[in-house]
């Protein structure tokens, strides 16, 4: 059996080795503060490597044994310090608001974790801090990494904040803050309030911020009824301290009945008063509410389905008209103003065979076909007129058959 020291700076790696020299091979461990870490059989060496936070600072030992080893395993401690400055020890409680009554005594406890071995300085804060000293009204005890101030003989003055202050030569000093508070009843609960469930209509929500305890650990007393009822029904909640805004629910209660809540708090040392009361509805019935909601919804849709439908009709129609017919209706109208230049003065004196020339263009013929001719010998701005309207005409067919090929 033996033992070593070893000291390391703080998130810098390094590596526990257990070397053996033993035939056959051994049965080797690793603990650290008497936990197994790591282990293994028939082996001459185990190792472990340390990112060397500040809390692998322990106690580690290697073990051996094997058949041979009539009197016990081998074993050897290490002493591994990592050097770091003070912190709250993770391993460990503290309680930093103590309650107390008049002429008790309350102790603050802190435990830290540090390499080199830290210093510690009570001190009183109201609201400057003063440090405090061992005398006939504080008892303070310090020992490796552990502190204890007692408070003797408690009284007004003594109430509210406290700190310790803990440091060595590495790094900054840590400051941990403590409250001494007068035991007394809780507070009033804030901001009762309640929401219904959608689903479950016949089920209520509240809510609320919890209030000063006191002190001691407090419950929460829901109180609720029918309104006109004498008889409160009650639910109890046990505070969360680590939950700010806490919550309970209510189930089975009846439906198209109006209800009334408070809610107030209770520690050990009484009761606070309750809060306004609030007042809430459930619905009449939760399949009729389901019906009513599924008839709103058919109704929405009912409604908008047709007209998304007649919106998308009407938008066919227009595209139709302006990339289709609008170019054939120019077509004509063209044709017809070719038409009526070649016979001008006969248009002037005639006006109805304006509009025979016109009707004339319109229909399949003769006309027709010097239309498609004049495309061949452009010769005058009527005739160019027709060239761009027969190829539009010819890329709308383009067009035509190019959707009917890709529906």
């Known amino acids: 059996m033996g033992s070593s020291d070893i000291t390391v700076n703080e998130n810098v790696s390094s590596t526990i080795a257990c070397y053996v020299d033993s035939n056959p091979g051994s049965a ?33 030992t290697c073990t051996s044994v094997n058949d041979y080893n009539t009197d016990g395993a081998s074993i050897k401690n290490i002493y591994y310090n990592v050097q770091c400055a003070p912190r709250r020890s993770p391993n460990r409680d503290i309680l930093k608001n103590v309650s107390s009554a008049n002429n ?77 508070l007068r035991q007394a009843k809780p507070s009033v609960p804030g901001y009762f309030h309640y929401t219904q469930h959608l689903q479950n209509q016949t089920t209520v929500a509240f809510y609320w911020l919890p209030g000063d305890n006191g002190g001691s650990v407090q419950t929460f007393i829901i109180e609720y009824k029918t309104t006109g009822s004498q008889v409160w029904e009650q639910i109890s909640v046990v ?48 399949t009729r509410a389901t019906h009513q909601s599924l008839s709103q919804v058919w109704c929405i849709v009912g409604a908008v389905v047709p007209g998304i439908l007649l919106v998308g009709f009407i938008s066919v129609l227009i595209f139709l008209r302006l ?13 017809g103003l070719a038409s009526a230049s070649t016979t001008k003065t006969a248009a002037a004196d005639d006006p109805a065979n304006v509009t025979m020339a016109h009707y ?13 001719s004049s495309l061949q010998h452009p010769t005058s701005t009527d005739n160019r007129f027709a060239q761009r309207t027969a190829l539009g005409a010819h890329d709308i067919e383009l067009q035509e058959q190019s959707a009917y090929q890709n529906p």
């Open 323 to 335: 990339t289709n017919h609008i170019h054939f209706t120019k077509k004509g109208v063209h044709e």
């Open 104 to 180: 008790e005594n309350v102790t603050l406890v802190f435990y830290t974790i540090a390499y080199p071995a830290p210093q510690f300085s009570w001190q009183k804060c109201a609201p400057t801090c003063t440090k405090i000293t061992d005398g006939m009204k504080y008892k303070i005890v310090s020992e490796d990494l552990e502190s204890n101030l007692t408070v003797l003989n408690i009284q007004q003055s003594d109430y509210g904040s406290y700190q310790v202050v803990v440091s060595n030569t590495i790094g900054s000093a840590w400051i941990e803050h403590y409250n001494i």
């Open 28 to 60: 080797i461990t690793l603990l650290k503060d008497g936990i197994l870490i790591k282990k293994t059989w028939g082996s001459h060496e185990l190792e472990s490597t340390l990112r060397n936070y500040c809390n692998d600072s322990g106690v580690y």
């Open 239 to 286: 505070e969360k301290t680590s939950t700010p805004l806490m919550n309970a629910s209510v189930d089975n209660l009846s439906t198209g009945t109006e209800y009334q809540a408070r809610i107030f708090a209770r520690n050990k040392f009484g009761a606070s008063y309750g809060t306004d009361t609030i007042t809430f509805l459930t619905p009449a019935s939760t």
């Open 360 to 372: 004339e263009a319109l229909t399949p013929g003769q006309r027709s076909t010097s239309v498609y």
